[in-house]
Nanobody
Framework: HLQLVESGGSLVQPGGSLRLSCEASGFTLRYYDIGWFRQSPGKEREGVSCMSSSGKTIKYADSVKGRFTVSRDEAKYTAYLQMSSLTPEDTAIYYC???????????????????WGQGTQVTVSS
């Protein structure tokens, strides 16, 4: 399993932006599907976005489409989730996840992934 370390969570005002980072411990992300998930109190973990290992397939949940962008920097072993136009409904703990695989599609279900970051809190409030 990969060791993933997340950072970037913070308190931000509605309409603001944040970039979350997910750094893998010395392993290139080139061979891994990357998933981003979030969980609010009392709710199930929700898929936000995923990127296939090839980078050719990226998916977004309808709730974040057009506002969130996922990317990765292979040289830095880091994946990113750029979030903009944030609303209070985006408040949650955000997790990145990884699974070594090859395939055209990326995985959208949390139970598909075997490596997880510790989570980072994003709070959107005025």
């Amino acid at each position: 399993h990969l060791q993933l370390v997340e950072s970037g969570g913070s308190l931000v005002q509605p309409g603001g932006s944040l970039r979350l980072s997910c750094e893998a411990s010395g392993f290139t992300l080139r061979y891994y599907d990357i998933g981003w998930f979030r969980q609010s109190p009392g709710k199930e973990r929700e898929g936000v976005s995923c990127m296939s290992s090839s980078g050719k397939t990226i998916k977004y949940a309808d709730s974040v489409k057009g506002r969130f962008t996922v990317s990765r920097d292979e040289a830095k072993y880091t994946a990113y989730l750029q979030m903009s136009s944030l609303t209070p409904e985006d408040t949650a703990i955000y997790y990145c996840a990884a699974l070594r695989r090859s395939g055209y599609e990326c995985l959208t279900r949390p139970e598909s992934y075997d490596s997880w970051g510790q989570g980072t809190q994003v709070t959107v409030s005025s």
